[in-house]
């Protein structure tokens, strides 16, 4: 099953600028369990120390907002694609 | 009487200065971008993110030299702009796009005050922010002068309509080429008012947070100023110039109760900033504040999570007329509740009609017509007062953050109809005595 991760620019120091990835897994948070094991140092910048999503962090699958479905336990099928996103200011 | 940039400082001081080491060339009174969340700088680039925690970056200045610089008189002298306060705006040179920006009246609201219930009460009116009519004018002046500062020639932000007007007409007079992204649903008015200057504007069918993610990764490929996203250290310094002018305004002192609405809740934390620079340097005595939030119902997830007593928010989809405060996902969010807690601050929500009821009263009391968002922190402050959050004897200020005319949909069919008759003396009298 592969799943598309588009890489913010903060981050794309440690995925040697790729900006788009494809993993296999089953939820977001197995996703960042395989970016981490493909990238390490990437799962410490997305996940604070209590191992939820870093607050300035928004993560979207199929342009869903995470946090409107099941967080890190959001289901991922075949073709999703993931998008990890700083939070930006209003206007 | 406005002056262009080449008076706003006299040259040779500006030179006496550099020539003494007091303030750097390159970088003004900035000394970094730095992480609100962990501390870590960064250089003065077009960057908003930490890269480690993605906690957003903040200018942070030499307050020991600015202190040597700025002070009640050197301000006084300058002109009405809210470039009167530029040592503690991020730009490192003379300011270039927006000199005439700010410096919009406070109003002494005695009629609203005693509707109210309260012994006194100012709006500060930036439904005549120049040029567009909000207080966006002052976050785009700063990020478009830093842009050009950086060597940008595109600019480019995601807007919930006021935003897009003040970038497409500042970028028009400055010359830069200017990509604007909105929601679809976007009242008329403010499509237009961004049209009309010729900037790209691109209209996505989805609410603000989804045009706000579009934004985050096209920032991401494009190598453009984008005033909210990689600009955003600077851009939201500008709002502190509200605040600074408030505290000016009032004879050199805080307000006791500063009523602000929020969106992202950017606007709250800066003039809370403002009252602390101030004080810090010396400009205004110290004294006890609250800051106190404003949002309307259809779109509350600060005011909700305060009431709460959370310092967190959960996420919202916005459906409120007052669009440009429909951010559901707030940037701020999170400061700006901090910030109410910190200051013993309240925040309340109001409904659509409170909201068209809050536009009227400010607009039958006071002579001024405020956007939708006008009426949510009139609203807002009716109800704190009601409730007695906010004492009847103390004194308030109202940001009133942009101009009714850019939301005449949110209140045509509220506001009565004219009446219509012949032009005839006896039908004009008949009228009258019905």
Same mark, same amino acid.
């Given at each position: 099953?592969?799943?598309?991760?588009?890489?913010?620019?903060?981050?794309?120091?440690?995925?040697?600028?790729?900006?788009?990835?494809?993993?296999?897994?089953?939820?977001?948070?197995?996703?960042?369990?395989?970016?981490?094991?493909?990238?390490?140092?990437?799962?410490?910048?997305?996940?604070?120390?209590?191992?939820?999503?870093?607050?300035?962090?928004?993560?979207?699958?199929?342009?869903?907002?995470?946090?409107?479905?099941?967080?890190?336990?959001?289901?991922?099928?075949?073709?999703?694609?993931?998008?990890?996103?700083?939070?930006?200011?209003?206007? | 009487?406005?002056?262009?940039?080449?008076?706003?400082?006299?040259?040779?001081?500006?030179?006496?200065?550099?020539?003494?080491?007091?303030?750097?060339?390159?970088?003004?009174?900035?000394?970094?971008?730095?992480?609100?969340?962990?501390?870590?700088?960064?250089?003065?680039?077009?960057?908003?993110?930490?890269?480690?925690?993605?906690?957003?970056?903040?200018?942070?200045?030499?307050?020991?030299?600015?202190?040597?610089?700025?002070?009640?008189?050197?301000?006084?002298?300058?002109?009405?702009?809210?470039?009167?306060?530029?040592?503690?705006?991020?730009?490192?040179?003379?300011?270039?796009?927006?000199?005439?920006?700010?410096?919009?009246?406070?109003?002494?609201?005695?009629?609203?005050?005693?509707?109210?219930?309260?012994?006194?009460?100012?709006?500060?009116?930036?439904?005549?922010?120049?040029?567009?009519?909000?207080?966006?004018?002052?976050?785009?002046?700063?990020?478009?002068?830093?842009?050009?500062?950086?060597?940008?020639?595109?600019?480019?932000?995601?807007?919930?309509?006021?935003?897009?007007?003040?970038?497409?007409?500042?970028?028009?007079?400055?010359?830069?080429?200017?990509?604007?992204?909105?929601?679809?649903?976007?009242?008329?008015?403010?499509?237009?008012?961004?049209?009309?200057?010729?900037?790209?504007?691109?209209?996505?069918?989805?609410?603000?947070?989804?045009?706000?993610?579009?934004?985050?990764?096209?920032?991401?490929?494009?190598?453009?100023?984008?005033?909210?996203?990689?600009?955003?250290?600077?851009?939201?310094?500008?709002?502190?110039?509200?605040?600074?002018?408030?505290?000016?305004?009032?004879?050199?002192?805080?307000?006791?109760?500063?009523?602000?609405?929020?969106?992202?809740? &950017?606007?709250? =934390?800066?003039? *809370? %900033? $403002?009252?602390?620079? @101030?004080? #810090?340097?010396?400009?205004? /005595?110290?004294?006890?504040?609250?800051?106190?939030?404003?949002?309307?119902?259809?779109? &509350?997830?600060? =005011?909700?999570? *305060? %009431? $709460?007593?959370?310092? @967190?928010? #959960?996420?919202?989809?916005? /459906?409120?007329?007052?669009?440009?405060?429909?951010?559901?996902?707030?940037?701020?969010?999170?400061?700006?509740?901090?910030?109410?807690?910190?200051?013993?601050?309240?925040?309340?929500?109001?409904?659509? /009609?409170?909201?068209?009821?809050?536009?009227?009263?400010?607009?039958?009391?006071?002579?001024?017509?405020?956007?939708?968002?006008?009426?949510?922190?009139?609203?807002?402050?009716?109800?704190?007062?009601?409730?007695?959050?906010?004492?009847?004897?103390?004194?308030?200020?109202?940001?009133?953050?942009?101009?009714?005319?850019?939301?005449?949909?949110?209140?045509?069919?509220?506001?009565?109809?004219?009446?219509?008759?012949?032009?005839?003396?006896?039908?004009?009298?008949?009228?009258?005595?019905?």
């Amino acid at each position: 099953m592969s799943t598309k991760v588009r890489i913010p620019t903060p981050l794309r120091k440690l995925t040697n600028n790729e900006e788009l990835v494809e993993i296999s897994a089953a939820t977001v948070g197995e996703a960042i369990a395989e970016l981490q094991t493909r990238y390490p140092g990437i799962q410490e910048r997305l996940v604070d120390e209590s191992g939820e999503i870093r607050r300035f962090v928004n993560v979207y699958v199929n342009e869903e907002d995470i946090r409107f479905l099941q967080n890190k336990d959001t289901p991922l099928k075949d073709n999703d694609e993931i998008s990890i996103i700083p939070a930006i200011a209003g206007g | 009487m406005r002056h262009d940039s080449s008076t706003f400082f006299p040259a040779p001081q500006l030179v006496f200065k550099q020539l003494l080491g007091l303030m750097s060339e390159e970088n003004g009174y900035m000394k970094a971008l730095k992480c609100r969340e962990c501390g870590r700088e960064y250089p003065l680039t077009a960057n908003h993110v930490c890269e480690f925690d993605f906690g957003p970056l903040e200018v942070a200045y030499d307050y020991d030299l600015i202190r040597n610089s700025l002070n009640r008189e050197v301000i006084s002298r300058r002109s009405n702009s809210m470039w009167r306060y530029r040592e503690l705006l991020p730009v490192a040179k003379e300011p270039t796009v927006g000199l005439q920006v700010g410096y919009t009246p406070l109003v002494k609201a005695d009629r609203l005050a005693k509707r109210l219930g309260i012994r006194e009460l100012w709006i500060k009116n930036d439904t005549v922010n120049y040029p567009t009519l909000s207080f966006k004018d002052r976050v785009v002046s700063v990020a478009l002068s830093r842009s050009k500062e950086l060597g940008f020639d595109t600019v480019a932000c995601a807007s919930t309509g006021n935003l897009a007007n003040s970038v497409a007409a500042n970028a028009a007079s400055a010359g830069l080429r200017a990509f604007v992204f909105i929601p679809a649903d976007l009242e008329q008015g403010k499509i237009v008012n961004s049209l009309v200057y010729g900037p790209e504007v691109i209209s996505i069918k989805g609410h603000y947070d989804e045009v706000n993610r579009l934004c985050a990764e096209i920032a991401g490929k494009y190598s453009w100023a984008f005033v909210n996203v990689n600009m955003r250290p600077y851009y939201a310094e500008g709002s502190k110039s509200m605040g600074f002018e408030i505290m000016e305004q009032l004879g050199w002192e805080i307000p006791k109760h500063t009523i602000v609405c929020m969106a992202s809740g &950017s606007l709250l =934390t800066k003039i *809370h %900033k $403002s009252y602390q620079e @101030f004080s #810090k340097l010396g400009i205004v /005595d110290e004294s006890k504040y609250h800051i106190h939030g404003a949002q309307a119902t259809g779109c &509350s997830p600060i =005011t909700a999570a *305060h %009431k $709460s007593s959370l310092d @967190f928010f #959960k996420p919202v989809k916005p /459906d409120t007329i007052a669009k440009s405060l429909a951010i559901g996902t707030p940037a701020d969010g999170f400061y700006a509740l901090k910030v109410m807690r910190e200051t013993a601050g309240h925040g309340d929500d109001v409904t659509d /009609d409170e909201i068209r009821e809050g536009i009227r009263l400010l607009a039958e009391c006071e002579g001024i017509f405020a956007e939708t968002a006008g009426g949510v922190t009139v609203g807002v402050a009716k109800k704190l007062i009601a409730n007695g959050l906010i004492p009847k004897d103390d004194s308030a200020v109202l940001c009133i953050t942009g101009n009714g005319l850019k939301t005449l949909d949110a209140v045509a069919g509220h506001v009565g109809r004219a009446k219509e008759i012949r032009p005839s003396l006896r039908e004009f009298e008949a009228l009258l005595s019905n």
